[in-house]
């Protein structure tokens, strides 16, 4: 039963919570005070030591001093939540940094508004149970419950497109989402099961079957998987008279060249140049733990990421124009000079080669998950992998959805990416290379990616909620789209029997979600 409720004073700002199923970005939009703080949606637990310790959000982060085999306990799966005593800790704790409450956070929401994020066709007894925390144990005044790709339009720099594609390469998986005037057009949005989650899975598998054993090791192969991988600029190059890899930028090469290379290398060219010697962590070392650089590992020879980016949740997109350095080093050290470099004895090393390309190939040729082999036939054979379409051409089947042959037009030239994987170095290059060959001749194809596209949902809901203090369309499309709690409970709140959507029938009407009624479903007041 829900606790008395009290008068609401006025409205104390806006809070974001962007909950993801790798990440959670919250915000507390007071004054001048807008800053995203991003932490693992998770709870880890250290191996058994001396250091035995249990971890929430951003204490993994911040105070973790073991991140061998850390074992995770994931609020979300499959992009739903599952466990909702643990992603109420996640909260409370993200909300125990933002606004400084203590342990007890009932009511600390009061008196203000919240723009949060949920789930891609959240199914409705989540999106119920959403409602009911924010209403009923935060106490939250106004809320707006809505998917990350609605509010990426709002992060853009002024003058904003009308129609834009919203590409979330998220955790679970890819959504390809058109936005029009603001709403989303859901008959029109795209899935592919392909995310991080899966990516991280697969590169565990190829350090084990290749190298060491890495499937205890989930949070740390994601570190390197941020830290070592990049896209290919092509599939294969048709022009046979192309010339040799040494004569052709790096981020040029296609990745044909790349397996071949490995395969049968090159006159001009040897494979030592993409190799990176990534050195694991020793926790046994106090070194290693307290140093930020080394703590998840680091390269110690090879193409590595400039010295000024980091591999932590908030690692910003590598700039176009240092794409090169970061696929290959060509002028690796000779042996020798490899020989003089040293590692402390206690330390593992692995050589990311081959999975440095292979891995984010995976949106382009989702068929061949599971087939990775050494040559170039050997990946045109073994097709046993997951049945659908890459990512060009789901992006490509969302636009033809769209009625109006105006905006299908437009939705190629404002293409958006959004989310964790949207970071990979190449990616923005290859998907405006690959959709080029997809769109019609007399349509431009603008595929554009944010500074820090991980956070971009939540920047763009901060900056609707200063926008609507000066903009009157910013302004009516909150009041439009947000349910106040007096309201939530006056339709029912969560009083309702089972089957029935109680106070959140109230919220379907207003957010617009999949789910929504049609407009003629909808009463007038």
């Not at 933002?98 to 919240?114: E, K, M, Q, Y």
């Not at 680091?298 to 176009?320: C, D, I, K, S």
């Not at 009625?403 to 990979?424: C, F, P, Y």
């Amino acid at each position: 039963m829900p606790r008395k409720t009290r008068s609401a004073p006025p409205l104390a700002g806006v809070l974001v919570l962007d909950t993801g199923a790798a990440n959670i970005h919250i915000s507390c939009s007071e004054g001048h005070k807008d800053d995203v703080c991003t932490m693992p949606n998770a709870i880890a637990r250290t191996r058994q030591g001396v250091r035995r310790q249990i971890l929430v959000g951003d204490c993994i982060e911040t105070e973790c001093q073991d991140y061998g085999e850390l074992q995770l306990r994931l609020p979300m799966d499959r992009g739903m939540v599952v466990d909702w005593a643990a992603q109420k800790s996640v909260w409370d704790r993200a909300l125990a940094r933002t606004l400084g409450c203590g342990s007890d956070t009932f009511g600390a929401l009061h008196g203000r508004s919240v723009i949060m994020t949920e789930p891609y066709f959240a199914l409705p007894e989540q999106q119920k149970a959403f409602d009911m925390l924010m209403f009923e144990w935060y106490e939250a005044e106004l809320i707006w419950r809505t998917i990350p790709a609605q509010l990426v339009p709002w992060s853009l720099t002024p003058p904003r497109p009308e129609v834009v594609l919203v590409v979330d390469i998220g955790h679970s998986y890819t959504h390809a989402v058109p936005i029009v005037k603001n709403k989303v057009i859901w008959d029109a949005v795209r899935r592919l099961d392909i995310g991080g989650k899966v990516l991280t899975s697969l590169l565990k598998v190829m350090f084990s079957y290749r190298q060491w054993d890495m499937m205890d090791e989930t949070y740390l192969t994601d570190k390197m998987k941020m830290a070592s991988c990049f896209v290919a600029a092509c599939a294969r190059d048709n022009d046979r008279r192309r010339k040799p890899m040494r004569g052709t930028s790096p981020s040029n090469w296609s990745f044909e060249q790349l397996v071949e290379l490995f395969h049968d290398g090159d006159d001009d060219l040897d494979a030592d140049a993409l190799i990176q010697h990534y050195v694991l962590p020793d926790y046994a070392t106090p070194e290693d733990v307290a140093d930020p650089n080394t703590k998840y590992g680091y390269v110690q020879a090879g193409p590595r990421l400039p010295v000024t980016t980091t591999t932590t949740t908030t690692t910003p997109v590598l700039p176009e124009d240092q794409l090169d350095s970061f696929v290959a080093d060509l002028h690796p050290p000779t042996k020798e000079q490899r020989g003089n470099i040293t590692v402390q004895s206690d330390h593992q090393v692995l050589c990311l080669g081959q999975e440095r390309y292979q891995l984010f190939e995976t949106f382009f040729a989702p068929d061949r998950i599971g087939t990775w082999g050494s040559s170039w036939s050997t990946y045109r054979s073994m097709t046993t992998g997951l049945n659908q379409a890459p990512l060009p051409e789901l992006i490509a089947s969302s636009i033809q959805l769209v009625q109006e042959t105006d905006l299908r037009n437009m939705l190629w030239s404002h293409i958006v990416l959004v989310g964790g994987s949207a970071r990979v170095p190449g990616l923005r290059r290859r998907l405006q290379h690959e959709l080029r060959m997809l769109a019609p001749d007399d349509v431009s194809v603008g595929v554009h990616v944010f500074e820090d596209p991980i956070e971009a949902p939540a920047r763009g809901a901060l900056a609707l909620w200063k926008e609507s203090t000066t903009s009157s369309e910013a302004r009516s499309f909150l009041a439009a789209h947000t349910v106040s709690r007096d309201a939530w409970l006056q339709a029912g709140g969560s009083q309702a029997s089972p089957g029935e959507r109680g106070g959140t029938a109230l919220c379907d009407a207003r957010f617009g979600g999949w789910n929504a009624p049609r407009p003629s479903e909808v009463d007038d007041d």
